[in-house]
């Protein structure tokens, strides 16, 4: 496909730093080393944080085994990783302006890497296939199935196979009974138990997950307000657009004004439309002069920040969709969003390569710059209590900064792959990281460190 993975981020590295014929980190072919072995035949196991302190990799890569250390590995990747660009030199026109942040921060600590969990991607440029839904749930998307992981009953679900035939087991106004077949999930959001998976075809499927006692995934038809576990199965499909550039490229769940939940579809016929899940029916629908590639919902929700094919953002009314401002200082297309708790303050990802955190009370200037190592900045999530905010690259790289602190300090997270999402979980205690490899593709999980709690954070 024109516009998979491989065919534009991966790295590329000299042969003599091939690992029999592959590469860390590059993803060009479908071919996944199932049965678990490195190209040492090596059985990979998961890693857990006892393992982590006394030496070992967190992935599981054998260095000491290898032709080449880490530290040079990661010298190589950081000189020769191709940043994708629609506006050419854009990340070099922004370093001017990024703010330099202390490293070493200690927010979140290595908690496990479980390579059971494979987490895979399907549009190069979108990257949120991961979401939290507690501190021991999450939900992501490995090849045609949409997968959940119980950390705390070390179980994986499987929530939603896609390769075949899915169709609806409810009639709702809109609704394509007829279901779709084979669908290619570009976006996934996971919240309030409700599932939404978008497609490269504008379509949306929308079911409903129940999680019991953290550990057991239960799929019902109904929200839980009025639950029929009897009743398994997709409660409404539909198409967006019939357009030829109909790609779903991102989706926001919020409640409305009277608790009932909604759900915005970002899509690249340059559409936002919202729908009432309650009634199950669009109820809105804006056009922008370009292809919206995020969206996201202010807390009180009166404002949506929108990103897309233009290096500048805006702000809009979310009732009406009229422009409230422009939001200019980036030098590419974005393709992140995410607001703080507080109400003011939002954040921009770029393919620049920088998050740029931005008050609305005073659009001028950006609040911070914050730069990327390799690439551009793809998935932005703030902590529900709005002390973190991370970041990730298209690979390698996920940021942590401390907001309270105004962005001075940062820890950075450091591994070798292409990244699906990341998500904390609601109560801030855990965060998870997507990481799509051939043979040390996983899923990552930090957690948050004591010393960090929330009740610190009010102090």
Not at 195 to 211: M, N, R, T
Not at 248 to 272: E, K, L, Q, R, W
Request: hydrophobic share 35%.
């Amino acid at each position: 496909m024109d516009n998979a993975a491989g065919d534009y981020e991966m790295g590329e590295v000299e042969e003599d730093m091939y690992f029999a014929g592959r590469i860390m980190g590059d993803s060009e072919s479908d071919e996944e080393d199932e049965d678990g072995y490195d190209h040492l035949d090596n059985k990979i196991t998961d890693t857990y944080a006892a393992e982590a302190r006394k030496g070992k990799d967190i992935q599981g890569i054998p260095w000491d085994r290898l032709s080449i250390s880490r530290e040079k590995y990661r010298q190589t990747r950081l000189e020769q990783y191709k940043n994708y660009e629609n506006i050419p030199q854009s990340g070099q026109g922004s370093e001017k302006e990024c703010k330099l942040t202390r490293k070493g921060g200690a927010f979140y600590e290595f908690w496990q890497n479980t390579r059971s969990v494979k987490s895979t991607i399907l549009h190069f440029q979108l990257r949120n296939l991961v979401w939290s839904t507690s501190k021991h749930d999450v939900y992501l998307m490995s090849h045609y199935s949409i997968i959940h992981w119980s950390s705390l009953s070390s179980k994986k679900t499987e929530v939603l196979n896609v390769s075949g035939h899915v169709a609806p087991s409810e009639k709702h106004p809109g609704s394509l009974l007829e279901g779709f077949t084979q669908t290619q999930v570009s976006t996934l959001a996971v919240r309030d138990n409700l599932l939404i998976a978008g497609g490269f075809q504008g379509e949306l499927i929308c079911k409903v997950v129940l999680s019991l006692d953290e550990s057991f995934v239960m799929i019902c038809a109904f929200p839980q307000s009025d639950m029929d576990l009897d009743r398994p199965g997709v409660s409404f499909c539909t198409r967006t657009t019939y357009d030829d550039n109909a790609i779903t490229n991102a989706i926001d769940i919020y409640h409305g004004p009277s608790g009932s939940v909604h759900f915005t579809a970002s899509n690249n016929d340059c559409g936002v439309r919202d729908f009432d899940m309650e009634r199950f029916q669009l109820v809105k629908h804006f056009s922008y002069p370009w292809p919206v590639n995020h969206t996201s919902l202010s807390p009180d929700g009166k404002v949506i920040a929108i990103v897309g094919d233009n290096p500048d953002a805006m702000l809009v009314d979310s009732q009406t969709g009229k422009t409230i401002a422009h939001v200019r200082g980036h030098l590419d297309y974005s393709f992140a969003s995410a607001w703080h708790p507080n109400g003011y303050v939002f954040a921009t990802g770029n393919q620049d390569k920088t998050c740029r955190v931005w008050d609305a009370r005073n659009l001028s200037k950006s609040v911070a710059v914050l730069k990327g190592n390799l690439g551009a900045i793809r998935s932005i999530r703030f902590t529900s209590d709005g002390q973190f905010m991370a970041t990730a690259e298209p690979a390698d790289f996920v940021h942590v900064y401390d907001v309270k602190n105004d962005y001075d300090k940062e820890q950075e997270i450091d591994f070798f792959g292409e990244i699906s999402g990341l998500s904390f979980s609601p109560d801030t205690d855990s965060l998870f990281i997507g990481v799509w490899d051939r043979t040390y593709g996983s899923l990552l999980q930090y957690n948050r460190c004591r010393n960090y709690s929330y009740l610190d954070y009010l102090m």
